[in-house]
């Protein structure tokens, strides 16, 4: 079982950077494949970035691609997202999510990750 806990939200202007932490409790944090998904008022939770429990493969919504970027330290049992050239339309309340697997993959649905964390928000005014 694995608990997670986003941190770093904040009010930023558009152009801005920000990183998002996501910390794990518990054992075998490296056995976890990690996402990173986000929700706007009114909108469904959508895809953002993943990335696989090595941290060696990554994804991204073409929404972000280019702008935003997933890295883990499993030493720090953390996942971070590196969130640069922010847009108003980038607004919205942002979540990481686990699965426990070893696969050489990484998970674009959220229907595949069984653990959540609170979520962080994070607004970008123009």
């Known amino acids: 079982q694995v608990q997670l806990v986003e941190s770093g939200g904040t009010l930023v202007q558009a152009g801005d950077s920000l990183r998002l932490s996501c910390a794990a409790s518990?054992?075998?944090?490296?056995?976890?494949?990690m996402g990173w998904f986000r929700q706007a008022p009114g909108k469904e939770r959508e895809f953002v970035g993943a990335?696989?429990?090595?941290?060696?493969?990554?994804d991204y919504a073409d929404s972000v691609k280019g702008r935003f970027t997933t890295s883990r330290d499993n030493a720090k049992n953390t996942v971070y997202l590196q969130m640069n050239s922010l847009k108003p339309d980038d607004t919205a309340v942002y979540y990481c999510?686990?699965?426990?697997?070893?696969?050489?993959?990484?998970?674009?649905?959220?229907?595949?990750?069984?653990?959540w964390g609170q979520g962080t928000q994070v607004t970008v005014s123009s």
């Open positions: 999510a686990a699965k426990l697997t070893r696969a050489m993959s990484v998970y674009t649905r959220r229907e595949f990750y069984n653990h």
């Open positions: 518990g054992r075998a944090f490296n056995s976890y494949a």
């Open positions: 990335i696989n429990w090595s941290g060696g493969i990554t």
